[in-house]
């Protein structure tokens, strides 16, 4: 008979069964009732897998693969985003190395290296999924600037502005100076940075007298346009009404009265740039202040400013402006100030807040179905908390700046007619397809955000708006990371019910954050993230896979090691290890036409576990608590699988009797085959592989076999087995407290309390003294410990393990005496670390909670040894 490899090599198998599976087309999916559907996060086309990427797409494989094993039509969507602002970034980086630069080519000739560009590479990330072992269904893979899917985008803004919903103003924005486009306030990352606070004076007009103020940006007072003190600032009451003179610049500007202005804040008074701030900005507009903009797109000094910085960066001309007002007495001091400034997340660089024309979306009303869906739990959350987070942002959602000065993207479809006035809309053509006297007009020149295109995604991809109705709408399953629940879950819920007048999803499950084992969140730039790829040529796709689940319980961060990963590589050869043994002993005159009546407590019990197995995995996975899922499949597999029954297999085929053996193959084949279904979602490949082992003819292969469901052996009564496990478990750990080996032969006293009790070990005597490696087994009511005996308390009984003739008594109190201090050195010095307000206050809560864990260990450990030292004198 065909057997399994003596060892599991990950590499031998993984890309035969993918493209088997491929082959066969069991991931179409082409039915039209009874259907699962999930669409993928898309990932930016400039992507490669990171950890992040395999934890997301592990849960939807294990989704989609369990679905359809369950017998529904199941439908992975896979795709890619086109990702704007990262993909322009690494095509201008790519032309630079070039000699290429951006500005000197027509719009035109950067898309063609664009589109160049994303041939070459935009497939990356898709291979490496493949690699990963997702089951989506690739015929349906869509690109977000696919043909069809770019109609979708254009229409859908060509109904919004039809509604009056889209309009074109100037307003204040989130400026990328590097990318040189306007940013979402979700694209903006604040840092906390050291910096300076400037106190300036300002001269009042027709007064000796001055005002000082505060700024941590001197450089944005050229475009000062006013200064605000607070009306209930009774220092400041007298100057309410007059004007300043503007230092460097000349220009007299008014004090104002705000109650926005905090009386705490230096010195209580606050220069007003409406151009530049945010809060100014509302001020200006309250006041109807000038707006100067003092900055170019880049962040260099405009013309609006003096002569002498115009051109500066603005790192230049602070710089400057600080030596100017130093060398006219008007810089009063200089302060070390610790603050928030927002860069830019793509570019990485600060973002200005500039002035500038953009198209707008009105979400107020958007927003409003979606809001009732998730409070009416039509839409579900998981884990639940993200609910509140995820109300008051749309409970305080903002106008959506949808444009952005990019060329990589879906171009704005209004044109304005040439030589009119284009402010006026009664000169825009707004329309999915240009005009026919194209050469009277001009289109817009700037892109939609990128989300703009992917809030689209549960539907564009089934060809939205020509076929407006799909038995693939709604999706059931999304699952993402919440940093996007405002760029895109939000977005796509009301996008749903905007468009497809219904929700696009039931469920949303948010994946936890991957951090390393300092508490640090993974991130290329930290060096702390381990290539996937790399892990699964080391320790086989499987098993990250695996261990990546076990890692991560529903609704708390994952902290990674690589060290976890072992778990999940150990495990698989657990698995693997046992299924060849059961090949090795597998009869093949063996029948599968079993009477149960004639299985013993050992098939009886372990069918039972099985059995409770099924039904608890199963509701773990209805609940979206998959390490919990996967856990009690381990736990089972590993513990009451590998270690008890196949160690009792392993006695039955040797000491059996015929009919014993051929339960035991039956029971093992049926459990293990049981197993093999339940992981392959979690580990696709290796559970292929040993199933061809074990099918019948009549069967297929294990992707699209039945999903097992519990068939109720719970009424099963375990406790002579639960006493038998005992009492193994118990005399090794006496042999390992006593550092004897595990297969050294010891003589072991058992003292009952009953005849009951009795009975039960006596009839369990020849495996108990196989399994436990005991050379001598006496079992008897009313029994005296031994003197010199290590000794095992029991509910039902005591077990004493004669250390006569074993250990040398005083060599092994010396060698336990010195562990001993080595232990209360160990907890005196954990101790010590979580005594320190210090370590507390800075250490993450992890290694803390890790340093807790130590000591208790050690002082289990302690406690042991002293008891065991006792025993010996």
Excluded at 496 to 523: A, C, Q
Aim: aromatic share 12%.
């Amino acid at each position: 008979m065909k057997q399994l490899d003596k060892n599991h090599k990950p590499a031998d198998i993984e890309s035969k069964w993918y493209q088997h599976w491929l082959k066969n087309n069991y991931f179409s999916s082409n039915r039209s009732q009874d259907h699962y559907t999930i669409v993928i996060p898309p990932p930016n086309v400039t992507g490669k897998l990171h950890m992040g990427h395999v934890l997301n797409n592990t849960i939807q494989d294990i989704l989609i693969r369990k679905a359809r094993m369950e017998g529904k039509n199941a439908c992975w969507i896979p795709g890619t985003d086109h990702a704007s602002i990262a993909t322009e970034s690494k095509v201008t980086k790519m032309l630079e190395d070039q000699g290429i630069h951006k500005q000197d080519l027509s719009r035109e000739e950067f898309l063609k290296h664009a589109w160049q560009w994303k041939e070459e590479y935009g497939g990356t990330i898709i291979n490496q999924l493949q690699k990963l072992g997702c089951s989506c269904d690739w015929d349906k893979t869509s690109f977000t600037m696919d043909k069809n899917y770019s109609e979708a985008v254009l229409e859908s803004f060509v109904q919004l502005y039809n509604k009056g919903l889209i309009y074109k103003g100037s307003k204040l924005v989130n400026w990328c100076p590097k990318s040189q486009t306007a940013l979402s306030d979700e694209e903006v990352i604040f840092k906390e940075v050291n910096g300076h606070l400037w106190f300036i004076k300002y001269a009042i007009d027709n007064s000796d007298k001055c005002i000082e103020i505060a700024t941590t940006r001197p450089e944005t007072m050229l475009g000062d346009t006013a200064i605000a003190v607070n009306p209930n600032d009774r220092r400041y009451k007298d100057l309410i009404g007059k004007t300043a003179k503007l230092p460097l610049v000349g220009r007299s500007i008014p004090i104002i009265a705000d109650e926005m202005v905090d009386p705490e804040f230096g010195t209580g008074c606050v220069k007003i740039t409406p151009a530049h701030d945010l809060n100014d900005y509302e001020v200006g507009i309250k006041h109807n202040l000038e707006m100067i903009n003092i900055m170019n797109a880049d962040s260099s000094i405009s013309d609006k400013a003096p002569e002498k910085y115009r051109g500066m960066s603005r790192e230049k001309a602070r710089k400057q402006i600080v030596y100017d007002l130093k060398e006219i007495n008007h810089l009063i001091k200089e302060e070390n100030y610790l603050h928030k400034v927002g860069y830019s997340e793509r570019g990485n660089v600060p973002i200005e807040y500039y002035l500038s024309e953009q198209w707008f979306l009105k979400m107020e009303d958007l927003a409003k179905p979606a809001i009732e869906a998730v409070k009416k739990n039509e839409i579900n959350f998981y884990p639940n908390h993200w609910v509140k987070t995820y109300n008051h942002w749309m409970s305080n959602i903002q106008d959506w700046c949808i444009s952005r000065q990019l060329y990589w993207g879906h171009q704005i479809p209004v044109w304005y007619k040439k030589n009119a006035d284009r402010t006026n809309p009664k000169n825009w053509f707004v329309s999915s397809s240009a005009p026919d006297d194209i050469d009277n007009w001009e289109q817009d020149s700037d892109v939609l955000d990128t989300w703009f295109s992917s809030w689209l995604w549960p539907f564009a991809v089934h060809g939205w708006p020509e076929n407006d109705s799909t038995i693939y709408y709604p999706t059931n399953t999304l699952v993402t990371g919440p940093d996007i629940i405002f760029f895109w879950v939000a977005r796509m819920i009301i996008a749903g019910f905007e468009f497809m007048n219904e929700k696009p999803f039931t469920d949303v499950y948010f994946t936890s954050i991957l951090r390393d084992e300092k508490g640090r969140k993974l991130s290329k730039s930290l060096g702390n993230s381990p290539d996937p790829i790399t892990l699964f040529e080391k320790y086989g796709t499987d098993a990250t896979r695996f261990s990546i689940m076990l890692m991560a319980p529903q609704g708390s961060d994952v902290y990674f090691s690589e060290k976890g990963i072992e778990i999940g590589r150990n495990f698989m050869t657990k698995i693997w290890n046992a299924s060849r043994f059961i090949l090795l002993n597998n009869d093949l005159n063996s029948s599968d036409n079993i009477n149960s009546d004639n299985f013993d407590k050992f098939d009886h019990w372990i069918l039972s576990e099985l059995d409770n197995t099924i039904k608890k995995s199963n509701d773990f996975f209805d609940k979206y608590q998959f390490n919990e899922a996967i856990k009690t499949i381990y736990n089972f597999s590993w513990n009451e699988f590998c270690d008890w029954y196949i160690e009792i297999a392993k006695y039955k085929f040797t000491h059996g009797s015929e009919i014993e053996k051929q339960n035991t193959l039956f029971v093992a084949k049926k459990v293990l085959r049981n197993i093999l279904k339940l992981l392959h979602p979690i580990a696709p490949f290796l559970t292929e592989e040993i199933w061809q082992f074990f099918k019948t003819r009549e069967e297929k292969d294990i992707i699209v076999e039945s999903w097992p469901r519990e068939v109720n052996f719970n009424h099963y009564d375990s406790s002579e087995v639960d006493l038998f496990k005992e009492v193994i478990s118990t005399i090794r750990n006496l042999k390992a407290e006593s550092n004897l080996a595990s297969s050294k032969k010891a003589e072991i006293l058992i003292n009952v309390k009953n005849d009951s009790i009795l009975l039960q070990i006596e009839n369990n005597r020849d495996l108990i003294s196989n399994l436990s490696r005991c050379n001598e087994l006496t079992i008897q009511k009313n029994l005296e410990k031994p003197q010199n005996s290590a000794i095992g308390i029991l509910k039902e009984c005591e077990i004493y393990l004669s250390l006569d003739e074993l250990i040398n008594k005083d060599e092994e109190i010396k060698k336990l005496s010195k562990r001993l201090l080595q232990v209360e050195s160990f907890i005196d010095n954990i101790n010590q670390k979580l005594s320190n307000s210090s370590f507390l206050e800075k250490a993450p809560e992890n290694i803390v909670q890790n340093e807790k864990n130590k000591v208790s260990e050690l002082m289990i450990e302690r406690k042991k040894i002293i008891s065991n030292i006792e025993m010996l004198k």
